[in-house]
């Protein structure tokens, strides 16, 4: 019997189990999100209220992973919206079109570590689902299959969400690169 | 094109930022009074919920029956069917809640060198290795003990599950020339409790001891705890997708103090004995693949403390070593 059929059995030690290994990514993720350590403790806290309340619903214990994401998402944006004042995803967007990257025929951009600092900090000011799939993937590290299923898409909007969020970060990377270290850089 | 190390370094970096007060959250989600929602519980629901009705409807018939106006004291209501039927909620019996009545108990030895013990902000002791995080809570008049990481939510599933665990040794010892980290936590019920390691198992770089076996002098028969230890070993295998190991490496542990070239592709706990000198031992059902003659199986007996093959015996030839 695997941990998650102990806790679709009721099982509440094997719930604790499970919470104390994904709670961690759980606020993690959130955080990353919403940029707010109150939002991000409080969509942790809905998500495991949820996997609780909802865990018999899920039918393969395989799939626990993406399904969880998919509750985190939710949660997310149940708990954005019940914040006044305070948007789930705060940041500005830059206004960019997907396709607007300026990045055309670079193969490969090697970061210094000032850069990936950089980074971290233009990560956070990508639009929503940007963002959302950025950190997914790379901090979650799910699948795309895992991600269409956690956010409830297509795959092939997985995919492009993916491809759009890259492309923008490398714009605003190759920006910052031309107009020396200001702008997007020195905002935070 | 942006490189996944740049992105997965930014995101790692930026997420540290943020604090994990799990024992809060996990402290609110319980006020909450969430949980999950069991064929038991729902079907409890029904019944206070029929009860509610049927003492509602009884008291209603009562009053409206009555004289108006006089104060004589309602008769309570009788005792509704729907109510009598109301039982203690019965939790599905997980493996471990099943054996709950017996006794076992486990043990995890990790050779990797650890650091420890130190207190922690909550007052625990935690032993650190690079595999293994495990925390003492000594507060507690039965320590808790939670290991995370590499097997942790079998330490920390069974030891939570009764709170009738101690921490019998917690210390160093020497294992195959190496120094390690002991944890022996024995579960304890009222008529013995089991003792003792005999399985070793790999995972990468560490080596680990788990296994369940009986006390010398215990009377618990070992049939009621095999199961258990076959839950140990089925959890490890569950965690393969996760990282954890499989029982193919614990199995290939085992083969390296056999004698031969063997490949071994099954190890399951059979059956333990008293062995008179040598303490307890385990036996296990290996099944092996020798190079040349194919498939067959031995019986493998164990030392139950340092998990070293103490002898084998061919089930086709009858030979022994």
């Known amino acids: 019997m695997t941990l998650v059929q102990l806790v679709q059995a009721g099982d509440r030690t094997a719930f604790e189990v499970l919470y104390r290994r994904y709670i961690d990514q759980a606020v993690r993720v959130a955080f990353l999100i919403t940029h707010s350590q109150q939002l991000a403790e409080d969509v942790a806290q809905e998500t495991f209220v949820q996997v609780l309340r909802r865990i018999r619903t899920l039918r393969e214990p395989r799939n626990f992973r993406p399904w969880f994401y998919s509750i985190l998402h939710n949660a997310g944006r149940r708990t ?7 948007s789930f995803f705060p940041f500005d967007l830059l206004g960019r079109g997907e396709g607007d990257t300026g990045a055309a025929g670079v193969d490969e951009l090697v970061l210094d570590r000032q850069e990936v600092e950089e980074l971290r900090t233009l990560i956070t000011r990508l639009p929503e689902h940007h963002r959302e799939v950025i950190v997914l993937r790379y901090y979650a590290e799910l699948t795309e299959p895992e991600m269409a299923e956690a956010l409830n898409v297509p795959a092939g909007t997985v995919k492009s969400r993916l491809h759009g969020a890259r492309q923008r970060l490398l714009a ?3 920006e910052g690169r031309n107009g020396g270290r200001r702008g997007h850089f020195a905002a935070r | 094109m942006l490189r996944d190390d740049d992105l997965k370094a930014a995101l790692a970096a930026e997420a540290t930022r943020a604090q994990v007060p799990a024992d809060e959250i996990l402290e609110r989600i319980r006020r909450s009074g969430a949980r999950v929602q069991t064929v038991g519980s729902t079907r409890r629901l029904w019944y206070a919920a029929a009860a509610v009705l049927t003492v509602a409807v009884v008291a209603g018939f009562l009053l409206m029956s009555g004289p108006l106006g006089r104060q004589e004291p309602v008769p309570a209501a009788p005792a509704s069917p729907a109510a009598a039927d109301v039982k203690p909620e019965v939790q599905p019996a997980g493996p471990l809640q099943f054996y709950e009545s017996k006794s076992w108990a486990f043990r995890l030895s990790f050779p990797t060198p650890f650091v420890g013990p130190v207190i922690d902000e909550r007052g625990s002791m935690v032993f650190r290795s690079d595999a293994f995080s495990i925390s003492v809570d000594h507060r507690r008049r039965q320590p808790q003990v939670m290991a995370e990481d590499l097997l942790g939510d079998l330490v920390a599933a069974t030891v939570k599950e009764s709170q009738r665990f101690r921490v019998a040794e917690l210390g160093m010892r020497t294992a195959n020339g190496r120094k390690a980290g002991l944890l022996h936590v024995q579960y304890i019920s009222a008529a013995a409790w089991f003792d003792r390691a005999s399985y070793a198992v790999t995972a990468g770089n560490h080596e680990y001891v788990v296994a369940c076996t009986s006390e010398p002098g215990s009377q618990t028969p070992w049939e009621q705890v095999a199961p258990v230890c076959a839950q140990v070993l089925d959890t490890l295998e569950v965690g393969t997708d996760q990282g954890f190991i499989s029982r193919a490496q614990a199995a290939e542990a ?25 303490g307890l031992q385990a036996v296990w059902r290996i099944e092996l693949a020798a190079k040349a003659d194919g498939q067959l199986t031995y019986h493998v007996i164990l030392d139950a403390k340092s998990g070293k093959v103490y002898s084998t015996e061919n089930l086709v030839t009858g030979e022994k070593h």
Request: proline share 6%; net charge negative.
């Open chain 1, 172 to 174: 605003m990377l190759q």
């Open chain 2, 254 to 278: 085992v083969r390296a103090g056999l004698p031969g070239d063997w490949d071994v592709t099954l190890a399951t706990l059979e059956e333990q004995f008293p062995v008179e000198g040598a």
């Open chain 1, 80 to 86: 954005g919206r019940k914040e006044k004042g305070w």
